[in-house]
């Protein structure tokens, strides 16, 4: 699906990646994984758009790509949900969902107004294919909990009917019932809707619970991956930890 190859970036005399190598598979959940300032968050960057690698090259089904911009990644089907869900909490659930794409009426003068029965319509379509248990797409997000809110956030994403799932720290201050209902949407949204993922979590056993292959980055580097159902959470975080002198000791 994705395959990120000698990625390299700098922030002035910051080497936040040296020559890192990612593949994500069709239909596949990777966990990216790795201590603070290890590297995660500017490589999914890289892969939106939102930074431009120094070095490096990227595929995309197979093909060279050049992702220069937000807007690139988003039409070849890359869509990135973010570490503070980035919604506007004084709005309801649909026109969060439909944010700055707003369907608008048919007629040369209707087409100036927001067609909010489509949207509200659509929205509930996408909280129902998402087994979101909202009573109504008019709440306001802000009095929705945390996981309702990440929910929100993953249809917004949906909605623009993505092939790949950037998800920053999706269960990061969520509490156990909500972190479950995100990682289960996760399983769902690679089940039953064929979407590959990456996520970034600190949270090994979130990784574990619904991941199929790791990967570790340390210092800006890539220290090596592992298929989930063949480790153990020790084993990865002391790949996290110890980095390359693990790796090494590990095939002495
Ligand atoms: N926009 C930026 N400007 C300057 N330095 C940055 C910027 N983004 C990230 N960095 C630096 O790059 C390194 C990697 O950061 P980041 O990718 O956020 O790590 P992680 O997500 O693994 O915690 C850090 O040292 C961070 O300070
Ligand atoms: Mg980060």
């Given at each position: 699906m994705?395959?990120?190859?000698?990625?390299?970036?700098?922030?002035?005399?910051?080497?936040?990646?040296?020559?890192?190598?990612?593949?994500?598979?069709?239909?596949?959940?990777?966990?990216?994984?790795?201590?603070?300032?290890?590297?995660?968050?500017?490589?999914m960057?890289?892969?939106?758009?939102?930074?431009?690698?120094?070095?490096?090259?990227?595929?995309?089904?197979?093909s060279?790509?050049?992702?220069?911009?937000?807007?690139?990644?988003?039409?070849?089907?890359?869509?990135?949900?973010?570490?503070?869900?980035?919604?506007?909490?004084?709005?309801?659930?649909?026109?969060?969902?439909?944010?700055?794409?707003?369907?608008?009426?048919?007629?040369?003068?209707?087409?100036?107004?927001?067609?909010?029965?489509?949207?509200?319509?659509?929205?509930?379509?996408?909280?129902?294919?998402?087994?979101?248990?909202?009573?109504?797409?008019?709440?306001?997000?802000?009095?929705?909990?945390?996981?309702?809110?990440?929910?929100?956030?993953?249809?917004?994403?949906?909605?623009?009917?993505?092939?790949?799932?950037?998800?920053?720290?999706?269960?990061?201050?969520?509490?156990?019932?909500?972190?479950?209902q995100?990682?289960?949407?996760?399983?769902?949204?690679?089940?039953?809707?064929?979407?590959?993922?990456?996520?970034?979590?600190?949270?090994?056993?979130?990784?574990?619970?619904?991941?199929?292959?790791?990967?570790?980055?340390?210092?800006?580097?890539?220290?090596?991956?592992?298929?989930?159902?063949?480790?153990?959470e020790?084993?990865?975080?002391?790949?996290?930890?110890?980095?390359?002198?693990?790796?090494?000791?590990?095939?002495?």
């Amino acid at each position: 699906m994705v395959e990120m190859k000698n990625i390299s970036k700098s922030f002035g005399a910051v080497r936040a990646l040296i020559d890192v190598n990612l593949t994500l598979h069709k239909n596949e959940i990777l966990g990216l994984v790795g201590d603070n300032s290890a590297g995660k968050s500017t490589l999914m960057k890289i892969l939106t758009g939102a930074y431009n690698a120094d070095e490096g090259e990227i595929f995309f089904e197979g093909s060279p790509v050049r992702i220069t911009n937000p807007r690139e990644s988003r039409e070849l089907g890359i869509e990135m949900v973010y570490q503070d869900f980035a919604l506007c909490g004084n709005l309801d659930i649909a026109t969060n969902i439909y944010l700055g794409k707003w369907p608008t009426k048919k007629g040369w003068l209707r087409k100036w107004f927001v067609d909010v029965k489509t949207m509200d319509a659509e929205s509930w379509r996408i909280l129902q294919k998402l087994k979101v248990d909202a009573s109504s797409v008019k709440l306001k997000v802000e009095g929705l909990s945390g996981g309702r809110q990440q929910s929100v956030a993953i249809g917004r994403v949906i909605s623009f009917d993505p092939k790949v799932i950037i998800l920053d720290e999706p269960t990061a201050n969520l509490s156990v019932t909500a972190t479950q209902q995100v990682l289960d949407l996760m399983l769902e949204l690679k089940n039953t809707h064929d979407v590959a993922m990456i996520i970034i979590s600190h949270r090994l056993q979130d990784i574990f619970a619904v991941g199929d292959r790791v990967m570790v980055l340390k210092r800006g580097r890539r220290v090596g991956e592992r298929v989930i159902k063949n480790t153990h959470e020790q084993d990865v975080l002391s790949m996290i930890v110890q980095g390359d002198a693990y790796e090494q000791s590990r095939r002495d």
